[in-house]
T-cell receptor, first 111, second 114 residues
Framework: GEDVEQSLFLSVREGDSSVINCTYT??????LYWYKQEPGAGLQLLTY?????DMKQDQRLTVLLNKKDKHLSLRIADTQTGDSAIYFCAESRGGFQKLVFGTGTRLLVSP | DVKVTQSSRYLVKRTGEKVFLECVQDMDHENMFWYRQDPGLGLRLIYF???????EKGDIPEGYSVSREKKERFSLILESASTNQTSMYLC?????????????FGPGTRLTVL
């Protein structure tokens, strides 16, 4: 299919790990991205991974890339209430640096 | 820091009005983009521009037009607003060339068409 797919909701308790999953479509995508959107705000780049990498770690964030299955995940360790937001994955597709975004996963962190 | 600003955070217009949404970036980026965001649909690309006076249709251009007269400014125009154009509109910009495709976003304009 053409869509970048994500589950719509995830609920975790503070201190737990969160794993947000994404399935993308274009095996030739050069970069894959995770963006965060807090309520009432625009999108903020969290991290990205180059397509020849399997994993990238950045403090509490771990990105895993399975190119065979076209599966991308974002793990947030020790999730905090401030992590509550919508998380979008995106793949680069086509020319002119176009990105195709997933539907977004709303993460709710409860105390 | 890259800064992308949008002219309004909230806008209310009537059906049939002509609506202008303005976006300005201060990092000399080549590429600029307009998206709309709707619940359950994620971000959908309306139009983008890779240079001054250049524009390309995105996935949902119907009912919209754009203008890029200066490098730093990209305008989205709704020629005759309709209720189904009520949405959150997000502008983004990125460097040209072979660098990453990282896009930097403005805060968004929530448009309501009555």
């Amino acid at each position: 299919g053409e869509d970048v797919e994500q589950s719509l909701f995830l609920s975790v308790r503070e201190g737990d790990s969160s794993v947000i999953n994404c399935t993308y479509t274009d095996s030739s995508s050069t970069y894959l991205y995770w963006y965060k959107q807090e309520p009432g705000a625009g999108l903020q780049l969290l991290t990205y991974i180059f397509s020849n990498m399997d994993m990238k770690q950045d403090q509490r964030l771990t990105v895993l890339l399975n190119k065979k299955d076209k599966h991308l995940s974002l793990r947030i360790a020790d999730t905090q209430t401030g992590d509550s937001a919508i998380y979008f994955c995106a793949e680069s597709r086509g020319g002119f640096q176009k990105l195709v975004f997933g539907t977004g996963t709303r993460l709710l962190v409860s105390p | 820091d890259v800064k992308v600003t949008q002219s309004s955070r909230y806008l209310v217009k009537r059906t049939g009005e002509k609506v202008f949404l303005e976006c300005v970036q201060d990092m000399d980026h080549e590429n600029m983009f307009w998206y709309r965001q709707d619940p359950g649909l994620g971000l959908r690309l309306i139009y983008f521009s890779y240079d001054v006076k250049m524009k390309e249709k995105g996935d949902i251009p119907e009912g919209y037009s754009v203008s890029r007269e200066k490098k730093e400014r990209f305008s989205l125009i709704l020629e005759s607003a309709s209720t189904n154009q009520t949405s959150m509109y997000l502008c983004a910009s990125s460097f040209g060339g072979p660098s990453t495709d990282t896009q930097y976003f403005g805060p968004g304009t929530r448009l309501t068409v009555l």
